[in-house]
């Protein structure tokens, strides 16, 4: 089966510093111990979990890396994936709000594989998603919208994670900025499968769906001490496809996060099997095409 993977982490511990990854004690993690995690990662890995599958091309987001030096990942990466037996390309590290994001973004401009940008923003619980609204480092700060803005001269899009309750400060970005294409990471964060918390979900989905500038990954879908199954996440990925349609909506296997909640082939054909009742082009462009396109390769 083709599969152009949208989303996929590299890290090398021994030699590189990813706060999150080195440092102790474990931070908050929305799969909870994360800890088996904390190994290399390369791309001999990448190649044995991806063995049965055919990999036209995949995309490296970046990992958390030590932000004092983002520009070092873009080298790195520059470097190891041309071990890869598909093309790579990057969306690098860039902190919006900082001072010097716009010598970041030259300095990332300088590597050809680098498509994107991104940085999660400041986000809160859920009951206080109101109050939160203006916080410095979130997507209302004047000076992280300073930073979003420069994305457009650099043809770059970027790539947001965050839990869907800030998707109405979402919409509104992507409102004020039409010619940045943003993607949503993770379906958006959905929380539980309870009736009311899909609704809930859907409703915040849909705001930012309306732009046509915003595209979502249907990825990172695992939730805390349970395997990954077709019935938890069937609701999901069809509700997101209906709302965003089928050229705006691309598969990903977040690896090795999601090794936290299966394997690569459970994931991967798991998703096969959800949308295995669309036409065979509609399944092409939820594997690879779309992703080909939204992230550039040809």
């Given at each position: 089966m083709k599969f152009l993977d949208a989303h996929h982490h590299f890290w090398n511990l021994d030699r590189n510093y990813h706060p999150w990854l080195c440092d102790a004690p474990l931070i908050p993690f929305r799969y909870g111990d994360y800890s088996q995690l904390k190994n290399n990662y390369l791309t001999s890995d990448y190649a044995k979990?991806?063995?049965?599958?055919?990999?036209?091309?995949?995309?490296?987001?970046?990992?958390?890396?030590?932000?004092?030096?983002?520009?070092?990942?873009?080298?790195?990466?520059?470097?190891?994936?041309?071990?890869?037996?598909?093309?790579?390309?990057?969306?690098?590290?860039?902190?919006?709000?900082?001072?010097?994001?716009?010598?970041?973004?030259?300095?990332?401009?300088q590597f050809e594989q680098v498509r994107g940008i991104r940085h999660k923003p400041k986000s809160s619980t859920k009951e206080t998603a109101a109050q939160h609204r203006g916080v410095s480092g979130s997507m209302d700060d004047p000076e992280w919208r300073d930073g979003?803005?420069?994305?457009?001269?650099?043809?770059?899009?970027?790539?947001?994670?965050?839990p869907y309750w800030h998707l109405d400060q979402a919409a509104e970005l992507a409102s004020d900025f039409p010619n940045i294409q943003m993607i949503i990471n993770h379906a958006?964060?959905?929380?539980?499968?309870?009736?009311?918390?899909?609704?809930?979900?859907?409703?915040?989905?849909?705001?930012?769906?309306?732009?046509?500038?915003?595209?979502?990954?249907?990825?990172?879908?695992?939730?805390?001490?349970?395997?990954?199954?077709?019935?938890?996440?069937?609701?999901?990925?069809?509700?997101a496809i209906d709302i965003f349609g089928t050229d705006r909506c691309?598969?990903?296997?977040?690896?090795?996060?999601?090794?936290?909640?299966?394997?690569?082939?459970?994931?991967?054909?798991?998703?096969?099997?959800?949308?295995?009742?669309?036409?065979d082009d509609i399944i092409d462009n939820l594997f690879y095409k779309n992703a080909a396109r939204i992230y550039r390769f040809t």
């Amino acid at each position: 089966m083709k599969f152009l993977d949208a989303h996929h982490h590299f890290w090398n511990l021994d030699r590189n510093y990813h706060p999150w990854l080195c440092d102790a004690p474990l931070i908050p993690f929305r799969y909870g111990d994360y800890s088996q995690l904390k190994n290399n990662y390369l791309t001999s890995d990448y190649a044995k979990d991806t063995a049965e599958l055919d990999i036209i091309g995949s995309v490296h987001i970046e990992a958390e890396w030590d932000s004092d030096d983002p520009l070092a990942e873009s080298r790195w990466l520059s470097s190891l994936t041309n071990s890869c037996n598909h093309p790579v390309v990057f969306v690098a590290q860039a902190r919006l709000d900082r001072s010097d994001v716009e010598d970041i973004l030259i300095g990332h401009s300088q590597f050809e594989q680098v498509r994107g940008i991104r940085h999660k923003p400041k986000s809160s619980t859920k009951e206080t998603a109101a109050q939160h609204r203006g916080v410095s480092g979130s997507m209302d700060d004047p000076e992280w919208r300073d930073g979003y803005a420069l994305l457009e001269r650099f043809g770059y899009s970027f790539d947001l994670q965050i839990p869907y309750w800030h998707l109405d400060q979402a919409a509104e970005l992507a409102s004020d900025f039409p010619n940045i294409q943003m993607i949503i990471n993770h379906a958006g964060l959905p929380i539980g499968r309870s009736d009311s918390s899909i609704r809930e979900w859907r409703k915040a989905i849909k705001q930012v769906a309306d732009h046509h500038n915003v595209t979502v990954k249907l990825s990172g879908l695992g939730q805390p001490n349970q395997p990954w199954s077709v019935q938890s996440n069937r609701e999901v990925v069809l509700s997101a496809i209906d709302i965003f349609g089928t050229d705006r909506c691309m598969f990903a296997s977040n690896f090795p996060v999601d090794r936290l909640c299966a394997d690569f082939n459970r994931i991967v054909f798991g998703y096969r099997e959800i949308v295995d009742h669309l036409p065979d082009d509609i399944i092409d462009n939820l594997f690879y095409k779309n992703a080909a396109r939204i992230y550039r390769f040809t």
